[in-house]
Nanobody
Framework: QVQLVESGGGLVQAGDSLRLSCAAS????????MGWFRQAPGKEREFVAV????????DYAVSVRGRLTISRDNAKNTLYLQMNGLKPEDTAVYSC????????????????WGQGTQVTVSS
């Protein structure tokens, strides 16, 4: 199993940047594909970005492509989401998730989740 803890959220203005981090426990972080998902009030959880075990393959939701960048440091057991050019519609709780089995954009493919960190973007 792996335990995940997100940090780095906050209240920012439109156009600002934030970097989210997701710290993973255990010694097998590099065995997991990792994803970022978000959920806004009253909406379903949606895919943001995913990265392969080695970090050489990534995929993004169309709405964030070119503004958000997913990366990982397997030596530090940490996943990142660099968020630039933030928009009010990016406001949501952002959660990281881990999967041993698949490289996926669907939430139900991920058995392990962090508790989430709030990102609020004011206009």
């Amino acid at each position: 199993q792996v335990q995940l803890v997100e940090s780095g959220g906050g209240l920012v203005q439109a156009g600002d940047s934030l970097r989210l981090s997701c710290a993973a426990s255990g010694r097998t972080f590099s065995s997991y594909a990792m994803g970022w998902f978000r959920q806004a009030p009253g909406k379903e959880r949606e895919f943001v970005a995913v990265i392969s075990r080695s970090g050489d393959i990534t995929d993004y939701a169309v709405s964030v492509r070119g503004r958000l960048t997913i990366s990982r440091d397997n030596a530090k057991n940490t996943l990142y989401l660099q968020m630039n050019g933030l928009k009010p519609e990016d406001t949501a709780v952002y959660s990281c998730a881990a999967s041993r089995d698949v490289f996926s954009t669907t939430p139900h493919s991920y058995p392990y989740w962090g508790q989430g960190t709030q990102v609020t973007v004011s206009s």
